[in-house]
C-alpha cells in the first residue's frame, strides 16, 4: 500500500474524476489507514511504499504491476501522468526480491489482472492493451481469460469483477461485452451478479482473503449478496479516494504465492 500523501485531483483521466472537486487530502489519509488497519487486524501483512508528490495516484497500489511467485511484472500505464509510477514500483519490487519483468504493450497491474486460482483474469479495452495479455502469459505462464470491458466508468477489471476466492467471482454484467459476459458465464457458472446501485460506488473493488471481504462500506446490498454466499463483509469509507476512481482494491497491491 502506499499512503495517499500526495493524493489529488489534478487531471482527468476517468470519469470518476473531476478537477473543480476538491479534495480532502487529511480525510483521504485518514480513510486509508483505516483500510490498512482493519488488515492488519485481520492477520494480513501490508507492506508500504513510499509515496511521490507529484504521483497523486500513487496511491492507487494495485496498478503498479502483477505480483505472483518470484515474479513481478512491471506497470505500464496508458497515460503520462501516471507514468512515475511504473518505476517507484518496480524499485520497491526487486529491493523485495522479485524479478522484475517489463511489457512493451500498456499493462496497468492488478487493476486488469485479476487471478482466480491458476487462471488469470485479464482485462481490456480503456486500459491494458489487449497484446499485453500474451506477454504476461509467457512471463508468467499462466493461462490468461481475456475480457473486453465496454462502459468508460469501469475502465479496470478490477472495478467490475471481485474474486471472492479461487473458484468464486462477483462481476457487474453490463460493463462486459456480449463475448466477455459469455466467457464469464463458462468459466464461473455461479457467479454472484451485483446491482447499479452497488456498481456504481465502485462496490466490486475488493480485497478477500476467502473468507472475509473488504470492500465499499456503501455498497449495501453486495453485502448482503456476500453473507448469503458465505462470506463475512467488511465496509470500509474510502469516499475521498473514490474521487479519483479508486476504492479498496485499488489502494492494494496484493502478493500472490
Not at 492477520?43 to 513510499?50: A, P, Q, R, S, Y
Not at 492488478?110 to 506477454?135: C, I, M, P
Not at 462470506?231 to 485499488?250: A, N, R, T
Request: charged residues 20%; proline residues 5%; aromatic residues 10%.
Amino acid at each position: 500500500m502506499t499512503a495517499p500523501e500526495y493524493f489529488t485531483v489534478e487531471y482527468a483521466i476517468n470519469p470518476w474524476m473531476d478537477t473543480s472537486t476538491p479534495v480532502d487530502t487529511a480525510l483521504a489519509l485518514d480513510q486509508w489507514d483505516t483500510l490498512r488497519r482493519v488488515y492488519a487486524e485481520l492477520g494480513h501483512t501490508v507492506e508500504l511504499v513510499t509515496p511521490l508528490d507529484g504521483l497523486p495516484d500513487m496511491v492507487y497500489a494495485a496498478n503498479g504491476g502483477f505480483l505472483v511467485g518470484d515474479t513481478a511484472v512491471v506497470a505500464r500505464f496508458a497515460y503520462p501522468q501516471r507514468a512515475g509510477e511504473a518505476d517507484a514500483y518496480a524499485e520497491w519490487m526487486a529491493a523485495a526480491g522479485y524479478r522484475t519483468a517489463r511489457t512493451d504493450h500498456v499493462n496497468e497491474g492488478q487493476g486488469d489482472l485479476l487471478l482466480v486460482g491458476s487462471n488469470l483474469l485479464a482485462g481490456y479495452g480503456f486500459r491494458t492493451d489487449r497484446r499485453a495479455h500474451d506477454e504476461i502469459a509467457a512471463i508468467t505462464g499462466l493461462d490468461v481469460t481475456s475480457l473486453e470491458l465496454v462502459d468508460p466508468r469501469f475502465y479496470h477489471l478490477d472495478t467490475a469483477l471481485a474474486v471472492l476466492d479461487d473458484s468464486t467471482i462477483a462481476y457487474y454484467p453490463p460493463a462486459f461485452s456480449d463475448n466477455a459476459r459469455r466467457r464469464i458465464g463458462e468459466l464461473f457458472g455461479d457467479a454472484i451478479e451485483v446491482g447499479s446501485a452497488d456498481a456504481y460506488v465502485l462496490g466490486l473493488n475488493v480485497v478477500s482473503d476467502g473468507r472475509h471481504v473488504v470492500m465499499p462500506a456503501a455498497a449495501t446490498g453486495f453485502a448482503g449478496q456476500l453473507r448469503r454466499a458465505g462470506f463475512e463483509p467488511i465496509g470500509v469509507d474510502l469516499s475521498e479516494l473514490l474521487k479519483g476512481g479508486g476504492s479498496v482494491k485499488c489502494c492494494t497491491l496484493e502478493r500472490h504465492p
